[in-house]
């Protein structure tokens, strides 16, 4: 099945099995969009990465709601283009 493109990003890292920690840590601080794994759906999550861990991500979704997401889930991250216009 062909899932349809995110079109609220500029740019992607596409991740594979040798996705590697480094390129995690370029994104912390950053506005992204994590395109996420959920079973047989991917779902978009937009908000700012704030910790490279082990084996899971810390990203800010929303005000006071941080979540921390397994990097197995991760298929990209991508900039968030939305988060760089202004209000």
């Avoid at 990003?9 to 996705?19: E, W």
């Avoid at 601080?29 to 047989?40: I, K, R």
């Avoid at 979540?67 to 991508?78: N, P, Q, S, T």
Wanted: charged share 25%; net charge negative.
């Amino acid at each position: 099945m062909q899932y349809p493109l995110c079109t609220i990003v500029t740019s992607c890292t596409p991740r594979d099995s040798l996705f590697r920690q480094a390129e995690f840590k370029a994104w912390v601080g950053q506005p992204v969009v994590l395109q996420v794994a959920l079973g047989d759906i991917k779902v978009p999550l937009r908000g700012k990465l704030l910790k490279d861990g082990e084996d899971t991500v810390r990203m800010r979704i929303g005000d006071g709601w941080d979540v921390d997401i397994y990097k197995a889930m991760i298929l990209a991250v991508e900039e968030d283009s939305m988060a760089l216009l202004p209000a």
